[in-house]
């Protein structure tokens, strides 16, 4: 392309503000049974953006209303708990900077201990006494989920593939609390999803390769520091292959493109130090492609409505991009951990594990 497509950074902020004109934000986010990682998607956004976010404790109680008396998060407010809603609320938490050694007022069984009686505000921290905080409760959950073969369970319904993973041991570093699990038997079950013919990693073994699973394993390797266990090399090359005519990636072999995977895709080679593989430049221009440029947002793929969603992974992957080099920094967009899918700066701020670590 001669020209470089224009970055509607304030359009995006316009787009981002409708979604909080209603009485309760959290209500205009994604459906009803989705609506925890919509919240994240916006929070984070917002924060790549440098964009305030308004009726912050609003979206705290919010998610604070999700934890079961289990421990984990649902998606909705008495909605069943999962690993992956529960890895989104957490990161939400962090975002919204809230301590997780607070306890939870909200869960079932203690909601009604606050009032507006001021002598029994007073009294909560004997209540609180041999109550658990929300870091105690939520990894007592996410070990629950725990398989002996290293592999996680989504929910109590026993489903398994490598995002759950990812959301464990994610959550579980973040929480500082990476000495419940073995290493070992993780690494191992990762290992189990690679594809030799294709030089992938599958959702659940013997399944096709896909981009999404890559970033998945990819990043959980590298919090456990099992990342030489792999061919870096052949898994960069076909990531690399993912990249189409068009700049934007496809998750898998003849797919069509789609926003998302700029995130998954560009992350994982930054991880494995290969993004020199692709075309940065076109796949930059792909995602500006793919902006709404009336209204704000961004897309699945160029002249399609924009989500929540795919606003999230088209910021975060310009992100990215923009800041690679950074003497010419270009979009103003705050720096994103290609590992935790958060900015870089919260994760020094909240000094975890490996925010000290120049992995580009």
Known sequence: ????IEFVHEKHIKY????????????????????????????C???????????KEEFIEFILRCQNLDG??????????????????ILSLLLLNYSF????????????????????????????????????????????????????????????????????????????KLNLISTEKISSYLLSNYDLN???????????????????????LFLIQKLYLIDEKKLADWLSLRQTSNGGFNGRAEKLTDTCYSWWIFSSLIILKKYKWINKNAL????LLCQDLDNGGISDNPDCLPDICHTFFGLAALSLIDNLNKLEKKLSLKEMHPVYAIPLNIVKKRNLLYHDIDIL
């Open 1 to 4: 392309m001669c020209n470089e």
């Open 101 to 176: 050694d607070n306890f939870n007022i909200y869960l079932e069984n203690e909601k009604n201990i606050l009032s507006n009686d001021s002598s029994n505000i007073n009294n909560c921290n004997d209540y609180f006494k041999n109550k658990k905080t929300i870091r105690e409760k939520t990894c007592d959950y996410i070990m629950t989920l725990s398989n002996d073969d290293g592999s996680f369970k989504g929910d109590i319904w026993g489903e398994v593939d490598t995002r759950f993973v990812y959301s464990a041991v994610s959550c579980l570093s973040i929480l500082n």
């Open 198 to 220: 294709q030089n992938g990693f599958s959702w659940i073994s013997g399944n096709e390769p896909h981009a999404a699973s890559v970033f998945c394993c990819i990043a959980t």
């Open 16 to 43: 981002l503000n409708s979604y909080t004109t209603a009485s309760n934000a959290e209500e205009l986010i994604f459906n009803e049974t989705l609506k925890m990682c919509g919240v994240f998607y916006f929070i």
């Open 284 to 287: 930059k221009n792909y995602i």
């Open 45 to 55: 956004s917002c924060k790549i953006l440098s964009h305030k976010i308004d009726k």
């Open 72 to 89: 984990g998060f649902g998606n909705n407010i008495k909605h069943d708990s999962h690993i992956v809603s529960t890895h989104y609320a």
